[in-house]
């Protein structure tokens, strides 16, 4: 199934000459996962406060795109400046997750959000992940299979997030894109399942 996760390579390429510059400043792959996942969280927390105030959730898109960056930095710093690392790879995993965590929740407070629905996507979009760390374990790669991995998330939810800023979307709106968002990521667990096992059989003696 696509996802916008293929563009990745793409987006590393015009990230390159920013990691460069990075690495010879001395900055390192732990201290970027580690901005990107203590920023989410204030974020999160900051638009919580206001969430009366549709104009807070214009936080989120923009927050996106750097987060998004930072995703991909902190990987090519990993992997083409040998600074991978076993804490590295714990701190990428649950800084992820804690981030995502904190930019779904606040939409449970928006008026006539359906909390329960907001937190079935924060859930489901934990066990999304966790099904493509589980590929290591059972001798596959780490899974980053669609419809509705980390990358689309975040464009979904920015796009979202923007509409509720500008006053283009209602209580209507919202819970069908976090319903449309619970069916793609339930979806997305059982492909990074299928694709682990097909990968797995495919390179079984």
Known sequence: MPSIYQLK????????PTVRWLFDKGVT?????????????????????FAEQPLAFALIPLWMLVRMALNAIDGMLAREFDQQSTLGA???ELGDVVADIALILPFALLPGAC???VVLVAMLALISEYTGVLGPMVGASRRYDGPMGKSDRAFVLGA????IALGWVDA???NAVFAGVAILLACTSGNRIHQGLKQVRAIAP
């Not at 390579?9 to 390159?16: C, E, K, T, V, Y």
């Not at 792959?29 to 406060?49: K, R």
């Not at 979202?160 to 509409?163: E, I, R, S, V, Y």
Request: glycine content about 8%; aromatic content about 10%.
């Open 29 to 49: 792959a732990n201290q970027i996962t580690l901005l990107a996942a203590v920023v989410s969280v204030l974020v999160g927390i900051g638009i919580a406060i």
């Open 9 to 16: 390579p793409a987006f590393q390429n015009a990230l390159r």
């Open 172 to 174: 209507l709106w919202i």
């Open 90 to 92: 714990y701190l990428n």
């Open 160 to 163: 979202l997030a923007t509409g």
């Open 115 to 117: 909390l329960w629905l």
